[in-house]
């Protein structure tokens, strides 16, 4: 079982909706990442959090510790949106302490 | 400020050769890590260092060795390729304080 879990796998839209990607993990942590991966292939990183929630720009990611969950949300989504989006945990714990989890990325296509 | 580069961006190798790949950041960051992308799985990590002269392995270490011999660089090499090493490679850095990792552009590797 992975420790980080995103759903959903694939996300189609059309241009101008909400979307919101989830992310559930199952490790103790210091901090969450939500990276972005464009066709091209390059790695961003959107954010870093650890509690409440983080705007920017059009993006919103949310964190709730009790509940080991974390949504990006995309407002009046556009194609240039379209991208791999991954959450990524860093472990709190141990011998793995500050070991980053990677969930297996959410495929975002936006469609004009 | 250039961020994290790579080098090379796509290579081809038969088994059994002998290659290094190079990472190097311009941003004083204590922390530089390689990771390897495959289909349908997450992000997995390599090995990792923590600071010059030092190196630690991670997730999926096994026909890799890795050196950091100046704070801006960090090598990954492979010994003795093989075709289960086709992959993506990814390098990052980040500083022990502000956690925000920055990634490379990563370099495709095929081997044959």
């Known amino acids: 079982k992975n420790e980080v879990e995103q759903s959903p796998q694939n996300l189609t839209a059309q241009e101008g909706e909400f979307i919101t990607i989830n992310c559930s993990y199952s490790?103790?942590?210091?901090?969450l990442h939500w990276l972005q991966q464009h066709p091209g292939g390059g790695i961003v990183s959107l954010f870093m959090?650890?509690?409440g929630k983080k705007k920017h720009g059009r993006l919103i990611a949310t964190i709730n510790i009790q509940e080991k969950h974390s949504s990006l949300h995309i407002t009046a989504s556009h194609p240039r949106d379209s991208a791999v989006y991954i959450c990524?945990?860093?472990?709190?714990?141990?011998?793995?302490?500050?070991?980053?989890?990677f969930g297996r990325g959410t495929q975002l296509t936006v469609w004009p | 400020n250039a961020g994290v580069t790579q080098t090379p961006k796509f290579r081809v190798l038969k088994t059994g050769q002998s290659m290094t790949l190079l990472c190097a950041q311009d941003?004083?960051?204590?922390?530089m890590y390689w990771y390897r992308q495959d289909p349908g799985m997450g992000l997995r990590l390599i090995h990792y260092?923590?600071?010059?002269?030092?190196?630690a392995k991670g997730e999926v270490p096994d026909g890799y060795n890795v050196s950091r011999l100046k704070k801006q660089n960090f090598l990954l090499g492979l010994e003795s390729a093989a075709p289960s090493q086709t992959s993506v490679y990814f390098c990052?850095?980040?500083?022990?304080?502000?956690?925000?990792?920055?990634f490379g552009p990563g370099t495709r590797l095929t081997v044959t």
């Open positions: 990052a850095s980040s500083s022990p304080i502000a956690g925000t990792k920055y």
């Open positions: 490790v103790g942590i210091s901090a």
């Open positions: 959090l650890s509690s």
């Open positions: 990524a945990v860093r472990s709190d714990r141990g011998s793995t302490l500050g070991r980053l989890y």
């Open positions: 941003m004083n960051h204590e922390y």
């Open positions: 260092s923590v600071g010059e002269g030092t190196t």
